[in-house]
């Protein structure tokens, strides 16, 4: 048996399971089998420090199971990413947006997006999920470019470059694709949003507060997400205006629509502008829904308040109060370096602790829901079944050089062993080192075809 399907663990600690606890672990064909804790000095006995350990390749044969030691390191269950924009990443060069708003960055990668070929988009998807992979990883919702006013080749371009990228990278990770559909479309172009639906795609989006019709779009989204039984995930009210409440429409059609639990909304800026009483009613409904709900923290800090002259408006909606009330709650990364963020890494632990800053969670309860932000409250926003470390799962898992939250949120240290899907991808390093030669290739050629330098169809 491959010794990358099967393995024991010693001194492990999971924290979102009883962190004062070492556990034993094994993982025999890719799953989760024993999961029990470890007996006093039970740890030592024939086992190999994951320290400078390297795994056999993939495939490679041998009777000896290792038994691998931990010492004490925090073992979390592969991260999930409850929305990215891979295909926007690493466009900035390409894109500016000196303003740093959020209308001018719609505006101009409008405008850059025919420029793009396939096999671009390809590579900054490819480039940009095995930078998240390489930080834990494992599981991506991404929303994808769907110019249509470009024209229906341009739309249907990105999503032929996301499938192919999503088969490129399934041994290793996994994508989850949804378009972001236009408002105010007209008949040809629903039925390109029902092709898309029809290529493979994962599910529908949109960001329909931007449109002048919005309760109509709202409507339509629902219309072909049953039609083609996929879940919605809307970019809703990203706007510092607390007047603007398309979350009340989309709470009473989930209902109507019997979508309970197959919606989710993002960013909600909104919400932070309202006065608590409002903004309490609005959570009340979006609870009553079944809503799910993901905050951006890192861009909505970066592209909210740019009208404000003080006080200054962060955009970030009210996490806390959105927990509290029982609603899934995942923080997410965003944008990669493009016209809608200039920074960012694909690191959700970075994005947690941007998430603590933001909604003033700092206690030791608070750090402890921020990694469930970051792990089982975005899986099950993206519907994943067998998640976590628990006997008969898959075993996609991130093991990070820290022994407790405090001090992974204090010191976000950059060696971290990952495995996913059957192998393990990263091991330890400052910086990503792939085990797998394929993998290793696919790294190199996307990182030599999105840089960070301009392109030849650099815009001004």
Request: proline fraction near 6%; include cysteine.
């Given at each position: 048996?491959?010794?990358?399907?099967?393995?024991?663990?010693?001194?492990v600690?999971?924290?979102?399971?009883?962190?004062?606890?070492?556990?034993?672990?094994?993982?025999?064909?890719?799953?989760?089998?024993n999961?029990?804790?470890?007996?006093?000095?039970?740890?030592?006995?024939?086992?190999?420090?994951?320290?400078?350990?390297?795994?056999?390749?993939?495939?490679?044969?041998?009777?000896?199971?290792?038994?691998?030691?931990?010492?004490?390191?925090?073992?979390?269950?592969?991260?999930?990413?409850?929305?990215?924009?891979?295909?926007?990443?690493?466009?900035?060069?390409?894109?500016?947006?000196?303003?740093?708003?959020?209308?001018?960055?719609?505006?101009?990668?409008?405008?850059?997006?025919?420029?793009?070929?396939?096999?671009?988009?390809?590579?900054?998807?490819?480039?940009?999920?095995?930078?998240?992979?390489?930080?834990?990883?494992?599981?991506?919702?991404?929303?994808?470019?769907?110019?249509?006013?470009?024209?229906?080749?341009?739309?249907?371009?990105?999503?032929?470059?996301?499938?192919?990228?999503?088969?490129?990278?399934?041994?290793?990770?996994?994508?989850?694709?949804?378009?972001?559909?236009?408002?105010?479309?007209?008949?040809?172009?629903?039925?390109?949003?029902?092709?898309?639906?029809?290529?493979?795609?994962?599910?529908?989006?949109?960001?329909?507060?931007?449109?002048?019709?919005?309760?109509?779009?709202?409507?339509?989204?629902?219309?072909?997400?049953?039609?083609?039984?996929?879940?919605?995930?809307i970019?809703?009210?990203?706007?510092d205006?607390?007047?603007?409440?398309?979350?009340?429409?989309?709470?009473?059609?989930?209902?109507?629509?019997?979508?309970?639990?197959?919606?989710?909304?993002?960013?909600?800026c909104?919400?932070?502008?309202?006065?608590?009483?409002?903004?309490?009613?609005?959570?009340?409904?979006?609870?009553?829904?079944?809503?799910?709900?993901?905050?951006?923290?890192?861009?909505?800090?970066?592209?909210?308040?740019?009208?404000?002259?003080?006080?200054v408006?962060?955009?970030?909606?009210?996490l806390?109060?959105?927990?509290?009330?029982?609603?899934?709650?995942?923080?997410?990364?965003?944008?990669?370096?493009?016209?809608?963020?200039?920074?960012?890494?694909?690191?959700?632990?970075?994005?947690?602790?941007?998430?603590?800053?933001?909604?003033?969670?700092?206690?030791?309860?608070?750090?402890?829901?921020?990694?469930?932000?970051?792990?089982?409250?975005?899986?099950?926003?993206?519907?994943?079944?067998?998640?976590?470390?628990?006997?008969?799962?898959?075993?996609?898992?991130?093991?990070?050089?820290?022994?407790?939250?405090?001090?992974?949120?204090?010191?976000?240290?950059?060696?971290?062993?990952?495995?996913?899907?059957?192998?393990?991808?990263?091991?330890?390093?400052a910086?990503?080192?792939?085990?797998?030669?394929q993998?290793?290739?696919?790294?190199?050629?996307?990182?030599?075809?999105?840089?960070?330098?301009?392109?030849?169809?650099?815009?001004?």
């Amino acid at each position: 048996m491959a010794s990358a399907l099967n393995m024991d663990l010693c001194n492990v600690r999971l924290p979102l399971k009883d962190e004062k606890e070492l556990y034993d672990l094994s993982i025999r064909e890719g799953l989760w089998t024993n999961i029990r804790r470890q007996e006093p000095d039970a740890g030592e006995a024939d086992s190999i420090a994951l320290e400078g350990w390297q795994p056999e390749p993939v495939g490679a044969s041998g009777e000896a199971i290792p038994r691998l030691d931990l010492e004490g390191k925090m073992l979390l269950p592969g991260l999930v990413d409850a929305h990215m924009h891979l295909d926007k990443s690493f466009s900035l060069t390409m894109v500016p947006n000196s303003s740093g708003t959020l209308e001018e960055a719609v505006r101009n990668y409008a405008q850059a997006s025919p420029l793009f070929p396939k096999e671009e988009i390809k590579a900054r998807i490819v480039r940009s999920a095995l930078q998240a992979l390489s930080f834990g990883t494992t599981h991506i919702r991404t929303h994808l470019d769907f110019n249509l006013r470009a024209s229906r080749e341009v739309a249907l371009r990105t999503i032929e470059a996301a499938l192919e990228a999503k088969a490129q990278l399934a041994p290793y990770m996994t994508l989850q694709l949804f378009p972001m559909c236009p408002y105010s479309l007209g008949a040809l172009d629903v039925d390109a949003v029902e092709e898309a639906l029809r290529m493979g795609v994962d599910g529908i989006g949109g960001a329909p507060h931007l449109s002048p019709t919005a309760e109509a779009d709202i409507d339509l989204m629902f219309r072909l997400a049953g039609k083609y039984d996929r879940p919605i995930d809307i970019h809703c009210d990203e706007t510092d205006d607390p007047s603007m409440r398309t979350i009340e429409y989309i709470s009473q059609r989930t209902k109507e629509e019997g979508y309970t639990g197959r919606v989710t909304v993002d960013h909600l800026c909104a919400l932070a502008s309202m006065t608590k009483a409002d903004a309490a009613g609005v959570i009340g409904r979006m609870a009553e829904a079944g809503l799910k709900a993901v905050s951006l923290p890192a861009v909505n800090l970066y592209l909210q308040g740019r009208q404000d002259r003080f006080p200054v408006r962060r955009g970030v909606t009210r996490l806390r109060e959105i927990w509290e009330a029982g609603i899934p709650i995942a923080v997410a990364s965003d944008n990669i370096h493009d016209p809608f963020h200039p920074f960012g890494r694909g690191d959700l632990v970075q994005i947690a602790l941007i998430g603590s800053y933001a909604a003033h969670m700092g206690k030791p309860a608070d750090l402890r829901t921020l990694l469930r932000m970051i792990t089982d409250v975005p899986a099950s926003v993206l519907g994943l079944q067998g998640y976590g470390v628990s006997p008969g799962n898959p075993a996609h898992f991130a093991v990070v050089d820290a022994e407790s939250p405090e001090e992974l949120f204090t010191l976000l240290p950059e060696r971290r062993w990952v495995y996913s899907h059957g192998r393990w991808v990263r091991m330890a390093a400052a910086k990503a080192q792939w085990n797998d030669q394929q993998l290793a290739a696919s790294w190199q050629a996307a990182c030599e075809a999105v840089t960070f330098r301009a392109h030849a169809h650099a815009r001004g």
